[in-house]
């Protein structure tokens, strides 16, 4: 099996990228291949506005977001880690999300495509607050939803925001490292 994450902080080695490193490791004990992609390594833009009839959106910038797409089709499971901003996902990674609704190869579409893949999910909060988890959790649900992926499960760093502060949290590196040897 094949496990990719798409780190969205612009901070590699930070908090969101130690959790996801974890759920990539404990993937790899349990002998699948992983890969981890940067976001912030890629000019992702947002999309232009599109209206009509689906299969005729078009963005001449969609070619880079296409070349990450491409890597989350050929996986079986699918790792988005992002530090929350302002009670959501960062901007990175709503680009990339954006992106997907542009998505094409021939007639099939990427929920075509992500039908029975899994998603798993890792978030990294300085607020500690549990009813802004689900606020953050409710659309990536229903992306999941939409694409007809199986939800494998979340792991949540919460009440963390300096570099580093994930190491005092060893339960939730576990619980991340758990989450991956069960995909």
Same mark, same amino acid.
């Given at each position: ?38 976001? $912030? ?59 997907? $609704? ?55 760093? $919460? ?22 040897? $069960?995909?």
């Amino acid at each position: 099996m094949t496990v990719i994450a798409f780190v969205g902080s612009p901070r590699k080695a930070g908090n969101t990228d130690r959790l996801v490193e974890e759920i990539l490791a404990g993937a790899a004990e349990a002998g699948h291949q992983t890969e981890k992609v940067y976001l $912030s390594d890629y000019a992702l833009t947002p999309i232009d506005a599109v209206y009509g009839d689906e299969m005729d959106w078009t963005d001449p910038r969609q070619g880079v977001a296409d070349e990450l797409i491409d890597k989350m089709v050929a996986a079986d499971v699918v790792v988005l880690g992002a530090p929350v901003y302002w009670f959501s996902i960062s901007g990175l990674l709503k680009l990339f999300i954006d992106r997907w $609704s542009l998505y094409r190869r021939g007639e099939q579409r990427l929920m075509d495509l992500m039908a029975g893949k899994r998603l798993v999910v890792a978030l990294a909060m300085a607020d500690p607050h549990p009813g802004y988890v689900e606020m953050v959790l409710g659309p990536l649900r229903q992306a999941a939803k939409w694409l007809k992926m199986d939800w494998a499960g979340q792991v949540v760093a $919460s009440g963390i925001s300096d570099p580093g502060d994930i190491e005092n949290y060893p339960q939730v590196l576990a619980d991340a490292c758990e989450l991956g040897q $069960s995909l």
